[in-house]
């Protein structure tokens, strides 16, 4: 049995997307009734030289939608990268969802063996197939920066498990 392109990608990252913004709903809930000012956890970081929470929820939305986006060969939405509160971020996660849920699945067939070229950083490029890309690098991240947000909320004391990182499955 085979799964399809689709299957191993829209599926898993909407699954995590609803668990993330309901990880956020619990902070701001945190939040209020801690008497804590959101900022504080908006901007909370598990060391120095880490991305602060909004940026990892902003790099997680884009692992989500760059990577399906490119395996079904479509044009990615621009984000502007300017969200301040809790609210901004579930717009963010909102908008990213409904990208992803609008490709066509048949877009994704032969995206196994698709080209995709990686730009992380100039004069870099490396060219992976698509099953490479998706399984080896952008999961991977994905899972990368929904896990460090999940771990930023519960070092700074926000009640989570997890069946809370899981979300509905």
Known sequence: MTISMYAASVPVFTQMLDSLSEVLKKAEEHAVEKNIAPEILLQARLFP????LIRQVQIA???AKGVAGRLAETELPAYEDNEQTFADLQTRIAKTKAFISSLDAAKFAGSEEREIILRPG???EKKLNGQTYLLQYGLPQFFFHVITTYAILRHNGVMLGKKDFMGAY
Not at 49 to 52: G, R, Y
């Open 61 to 63: 939305a884009d692992f």
């Open 122 to 124: 100039t004069p870099k």
């Open 49 to 52: 030289d880490m991305f602060a």
